[in-house]
């Protein structure tokens, strides 16, 4: 075997070998030197990513200490069933995009690739058996989706795998009694409110520009607005859930 030989048979041996990740790439391996370490959830349609998602994991990641968020884009969401999302694969694609510049982000295609209905409970049982015990888990959603905890699948298994963290934004924070009410309908989950500085973006709010063909420069990163204007998939009216 020549030189050049022996370095591709090296080079195509490390390949096969590679072990696809469980999780993400980056943060696989988070946790296996025993140090405790803290890994937040940002779930999410993501139809798709923009800075109001981005600003908020940071400011998360920060207020708490998080050494990494795992973004994880849902396959199938039970709550969106009869509305029109663009493919998995897109929202993927664009999540793994907008996030590749920070080392603390990564993005995990588990809820997709798992097919079927999405259901936060077998996404954190996945994590919790993935991760050591000294990687604590911390799932990140917004106050909004939060008030309704206690009435997802398996809620109170959900408290003893991850803690909570609601997102409150200026202009829509909970009242106390509110979160008071919030804490006490969900008694087994450990729930820690935090209030971001907002930017009054949605994916809604993106997809309505797309529609009007008006400009989302500036609202997502300019890889996500590369990717729309070159795949167009919200200016047409086939999308659909592959
Ligand atoms: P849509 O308009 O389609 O509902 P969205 O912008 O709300 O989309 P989602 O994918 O539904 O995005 O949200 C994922 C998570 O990000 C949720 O927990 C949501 O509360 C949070 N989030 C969405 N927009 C913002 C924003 N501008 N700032 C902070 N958090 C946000
Ligand atoms: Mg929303």
């Known amino acids: 075997m020549s030189g050049i030989d022996v370095f591709e048979a090296l080079r195509a041996a490390s390949r096969t070998d590679r072990r696809s990740p ?6 696989d ?6 140090e405790p370490c803290r890994l937040g959830i940002m779930g999410g349609t993501f139809d798709p990513i923009h800075n109001g998602h981005l600003a908020c994991a940071e400011q998360v990641r920060e207020a708490f200490d998080l050494d ?5 884009p849902t396959g199938s969401p039970v709550f ?30 588990m809820e997709i690739a798992r097919g079927g209905d999405t259901y936060t409970i077998d996404t954190l049982r996945t994590l919790r058996s993935h991760y050591p015990d000294n990687v604590e888990l911390f799932f990140i959603a917004g106050s909004d989706a939060i008030a309704s905890v206690s009435k ?8 003893c795998l991850a803690r909570f963290i609601a997102v409150e934004r ?20 450990d729930l820690l409110f935090v209030t971001i500085e907002a930017l009054a ?38 999308v659909s859930h592959d």
């Not at 469980?22 to 943060?27: A, G, L």
């Not at 997802?152 to 408290?159: A, H, I, N, Q, R």
């Not at 990163?221 to 204007?229: A, C, N, R, S």
Request: net charge negative.
């Open 22 to 27: 469980i999780v993400c790439e980056r943060f």
């Open 29 to 34: 391996d988070l946790g296996a030197d025993g």
């Open 68 to 72: 990494a968020i795992v973004f994880i």
């Open 80 to 109: 969106k069933r009869d509305q029109r999302i663009a493919p998995a694969r897109e929202r993927l694609a664009m999540c793994r995009a907008a996030t590749a510049d920070n080392l603390h982000f990564d993005v995990s295609d």
């Open 152 to 159: 997802w699948k398996d809620s109170d298994e959900m408290g």
């Open 170 to 189: 200026p202009g829509s924070e909970l009242s106390l009694t509110q979160r008071e009410a919030i804490v006490k309908g969900a008694p087994n989950i």
């Open 201 to 238: 973006i949605s994916s809604s709010e993106l997809r309505a520009r797309l529609v009007a063909g008006k400009s989302i420069r500036y609202l997502t990163p300019q890889v996500v607005v590369d990717h729309l204007m070159e795949h167009g998939f919200y200016r047409e009216e086939a």
